[in-house]
């Protein structure tokens, strides 16, 4: 408590002063015009040359410019000089995103865009929840959740090196929904802490953290989040000519490597991006000794198609993602032997937008998804254990309404879905039909200059399993939910460098199939899974207050959130054994929850070359039913960087901070806590038509044995131990 | 409309798009078939029509005058012992007959002791005990089903005599 009085009063502080001069502050992000990606060490300056600064490695500047019209000039080195005229009135300004293009582009047909004129809910998002651009190449790890790790507020489930998962806030499973461009990616991973993300980042442009009233966009349940991959599988614009990257990518902890390349070319007036990635990794060593049965072969291909026109597009895409990788064994909760496991993950996507610019419509989008996903898991003999196969289909259309008078954005989205589940070997879960519907609605707007987001979203979801031998299976009972769901953030702007607001929501996450019906061993996580067919939709209520301090130099945000649940839903070890298997019982029910967490972000630019960060996020998950700790909480974690940027190199450094977790479930053991480092040295090299980027990191600098409290291994492994990795990515365009 | 009439482009956008979903599809492959675990709750061991040793929902049982350990003779075998496994309701019920369920164990020290089966029981539920020097191990009595156990025992005390 001391500790958040302190920070609310630095922020008072500080807004105090920035008070008193009289001028304002422009806030922008600059993005290369052709990838999309932000860029860092951009001069920008006043053409009187009085003011000016340099983006920051996420492509951000700041600048305090006096009330006026003004005019800013950009330019780095290998790109065009481009000039953007700036009008300073009011207390509120807009965000301002400006797009260089590649020097071999004639200066004279140079046209700025403005991107759009975003909220200061933006910059709150920008600020706390993105990874792009150089920073998302420097954190770049062998998984999604691994390249993730040290965002505020995210941890990693995982089981070994392969099935890693993001956890936000505490929350896991499909509390946090994985969209690849704004669509859900369907796999099995939010279902078993065995089961990997499909998914390589190596080539996303963007990952972000989408929170508050817009997660009900594209889920009932994501209470967690959404964590969106951009990717831009299909092209929205016509390329002007051929682009795109080669990479590379190596650590020694694993001995493996990455190799991938992406291009985007012009086929007449269609667009066409097409990416592979090939990834081989062997078993990972740890400070006491290398964990067996971890390898990894991941191959991806995708190939993306649009007619993109002044209105709109129409366009397709197809990804494949197909990997075979191990889980350890020969632990207690473990399979004596390991299990390896092989998934094959095909989508087709086609997705069509259109811009009306009417009185009413503004927009619309569609987008038809099918996936397909076939999953199986062998045992040491080769012999199948178990093997998932599904067909999903989706469809999505969201209503772009057009901005009139306060209203910024209206969003009206239908939504179906249908999931097919099939089931072979020594698996438990019946075969099971899943039909949904969902109709959601997000408004934002202005009243008496507080920025408001607000959203709601029904979801029907039935579940329809086939006879099957097991016992509560046979039973073959249906299930139907009627999910509801509704948030609304207020943004009051306190100053002109202070924002604050508060989140409310009420959410309904439906359960999963594997909740409601599963009966039986699981053998690659080594447990009895006993579900449970009574099981309500899980209900919560949120509430989280939140400041952000912006000036130049400096970036601050503090948030504080309250999740109460009314039930629940996790497996949990029941004490109890399976006398058959001698497997510990786990068994889903609903229990009273409560979340209270923290969260504080600080961003501090020394000069124009050093810069500080430091995340921290705290999570304490209470089961009121029993007055227990809930299990698999994060520990108290703060992570800090900092970054030297020379013209010719860039180095850094990180610490991470974590807190042991005394705080656990029954049967459930605690972790000691722990610090790692890190170093990095990043060098850009330009010429007219590449950039190349290579950046050399070492990671767990000392060696040191740790362990995650969120993984199921951690009783006899540690986490990874030192690790050299080289990352190289060739831009050509 | 996005597309004009007979255009090259649209043809070539059309196949393309074609193609992607059919390369997308996936098949219905054939799955492994869903198969069932052989689930029993404990066992006792036969000898000679003697149910002398009672193992039952991860507890030995030893009530009724029954061993609440196993003893193997030095350098001899025990008699020709069989297990009769036990469901949920403690009632005796017969082992799989199936090849793909097949009889195993795990020894604690090998050097001590010995599992001896003959020559038409290999993989059966019928087996011989062998002491190989004076001491006392643990076996655990296992039902291998594929290459992964569907019953094992907790390790049970076993005694080797001079």
Redesign the interface.
Known sequence: MKFTTSILIVVFCFSAISASDGTRLIEGYVFDHKTQRTIGNVDIKLDDGAVGTTTDERGRFVLRLSEGVHRLSFFRVGYGLVSREVRVSGAKLPILYVEIIAREIVMDTIDVVAKSVETRFEALHEATGVLSGDELQKKYSLTLAETMKNEIGVAIRSMGPAPARPVIRGLSGDRVQINIDGIESHDLSATSADHAVTLEPFNAERLEIIRGPRTLLHTASAIGGVINVVKQKIPEDHPQRVFGSVGAYGETANRGYLSAAGITVP????ALYAETTYRNTRDVQTPIGRLANTPIDTRTHL?G?S?P?DRGY?G?????FDTQYGIPGGFIGG???GVDLDI?R???D?KAAFHFDREVLSSVEVDLT?T?Y?HFEY???????S?F?F?DYRGDLKLFMNTQGQTRNTVLALGFGHHNL??????FTPPTREQCASLGLYHEFIYRDIEFQASARYTYTDFDPRP??RSIAALGVDRTFHAWSAAISPLVTITDRLTGGFNFSRSQRVPRIEELYNH??H?AAYTFEVGNIDLEAETSLGFEVFFHYLQPGIDFVLSGYWNEFDTYIAPRNTGE??????LPIYASDGVAARFLGLEMHLGWRLNTRLNLELNGSYVRGENRDEDLPLPEMPPLKFVGSTTYQHPYLTVGGTAEFVAGQERVDIFEEPTDGYAVFGIYAQRDINTDHTRHSIIISVDNLLDTEYRNHLSRIRSVMPETGRSIKVHYKMFFF | M??RRNS??GI??AV??LA??V????S??P????????????LVIIDSGNRFFRYY??QIDASGGRADHLDAPLNEETPHWSIRFLDDHGDEIPPPDDPDFKFTWAIADNTVLEVVQDADDVGKFDFHLRGLKAGETTIELQVT????????T?PIPVHVGE
């Open positions: 086929v007449g007036p269609l190939l198609l007619y026109t129409i397709a895409s197809f990804d494949q399979h004596p032997n094959d095909r989508v087709f086609g099918r397909f076939h045992e040491s003999s080769g012999s199948i254990g093997e196969l067909h099939k089931l072979g070997g020594f698996v099957s031998t039986g061993p053998l054994i399976n006398f058959a298997q001698l | 996005f597309f090259f482009q070539f956008a393309a798009v992607l979903f390369i997308g599809c996936g219905d492959d799955m492994a078939h869903q198969e069932e675990h052989f689930e029993p709750e404990g929902r991860g089903h594929g290459d992964h156990v569907d019953f094992r907790i």
